[in-house]
Nanobody, 114 residues
Framework: VQLQAFGGVLVQPGGSLRLSCAAS????????MRWYRQAPGKQREWVAF???????NVADSVKGRFTISRDNAKNTVYLQMNSLKPEDTAAYYC?????????WGQGTQVTVSS
């Protein structure tokens, strides 16, 4: 199983970015996909999820700014991030979950700074 996250870069405050996470080795459409993030010196925190049926939810800290989506044909989950703030700076990780299975990808670094 591989989860390959990419798209993290340095971006200015107020900017936008889209992260992608491509999955292989799993039946992607059957998994809940989640994004987490971890800032230096802080615990990893949940950011967003999308279930196999398409229902989504995002953390209060990013509500109205971040959107999660998935393309089952491409085995890919996305995180659209708008109105970025310095406090969004973190390594972002994707996760594939269903009962009995829990897979993590490597992080992609997002830095929000002027």
């Amino acid at each position: 199983v591989q989860l390959q996250a990419f798209g993290g870069v340095l971006v200015q405050p107020g900017g936008s970015l889209r992260l992608s996470c491509a999955a292989s080795g799993i039946i992607f459409s059957t998994y809940t996909m989640r994004w987490y993030r971890q800032a230096p010196g802080k615990q990893r925190e949940w950011v967003a999820f999308i279930v196999r049926g398409g229902t989504t939810n995002v953390a209060d800290s990013v509500k109205g700014r971040f959107t999660i989506s998935r393309d089952n044909a491409k085995n890919t989950v996305y995180l659209q991030m708008n109105s970025l703030k310095p406090e969004d700076t973190a390594a972002y990780y994707c996760n594939a979950y269903k009962l009995g299975d829990d897979y993590w990808g490597q992080g992609t670094q997002v830095t929000v700074s002027s």
